[in-house]
């Protein structure tokens, strides 16, 4: 299976394509996800659909845990510089990736939690991604960033390839693994939407 014909939503298809790179494949789509300021990448299908394969791709689940932790440990890194470098300024209410919207999100998450917001952000997906950025933005200060920042990476990281793990050892679900990430994936959206959801219906009552 060729990398250019597998869509970004079919996990499984991702990662066979992949071949003998696979792990080199799961930590650059983490890296990017997490720093790179493209949010719409699979990550917590991805990483749970690598646990319950990983017999099949050749690899441990361990091995995901940890190539997924220094990956979106990395990837925050890069979040926090741009957005310590460059600031708002990168983003447009008009852009296709790079909306301000989705800045404002993470801002107002951030504000909400503080350090915090760099462990929650994790398992929200978009939030995720400009998090740290707003991180570097507000100049958080470096050493605490970095605490926050690896317990985030990693609490992911394990909780992503236990539940895989987990869910590998049901025959069910190893049988019916598209359909399952698909749950997955809608799950991980659904507190974006609900947000969204709230923050239309709080403007129409003040309009």
């Given at each position: ?27 650059v789509i983490v890296f990017i996800e ?174």
């Amino acid at each position: 299976m060729h990398l250019a014909t597998v869509s970004l939503l079919d996990p499984s298809g991702l990662l066979h394509s992949f071949g003998p790179w696979v792990l080199v494949g799961i930590a650059v789509i983490v890296f990017i996800e997490s720093g790179v300021l493209f949010p719409f990448l699979p990550g917590d299908s991805l990483l749970i659909t690598a646990a319950i394969l990983a017999p099949h791709l050749g690899i441990h689940a361990w091995s995901v845990a940890v190539v997924a932790s220094c990956a979106a440990f990395a990837g925050d890194q890069v979040g926090f510089w741009l957005g310590r470098r460059f600031g708002r300024g990168l983003f447009k209410p008009d852009a296709r990736v790079l909306k301000t919207e989705h800045l404002a999100r993470a801002e107002a998450f951030f504000a909400r939690y503080g350090g915090v917001s760099l462990v929650l952000g994790r398992f929200v997906p978009v939030v995720r991604t400009y998090v740290p950025l707003s991180a570097g933005i507000v100049a958080m200060p470096y050493r605490r960033f970095l605490g926050w920042n690896a317990l985030g990476g990693v609490l992911w990281s394990v909780v992503m390839v236990v539940l895989g793990v987990l869910l590998g050892g049901i025959p069910f679900v190893t049988k019916n693994i598209d359909a399952l990430m698909i749950v997955v994936v809608l799950v991980s959206v659904a507190p974006l939407a609900i947000s969204a959801l709230r923050g239309r219906r709080k403007a129409a009552a003040q309009d």
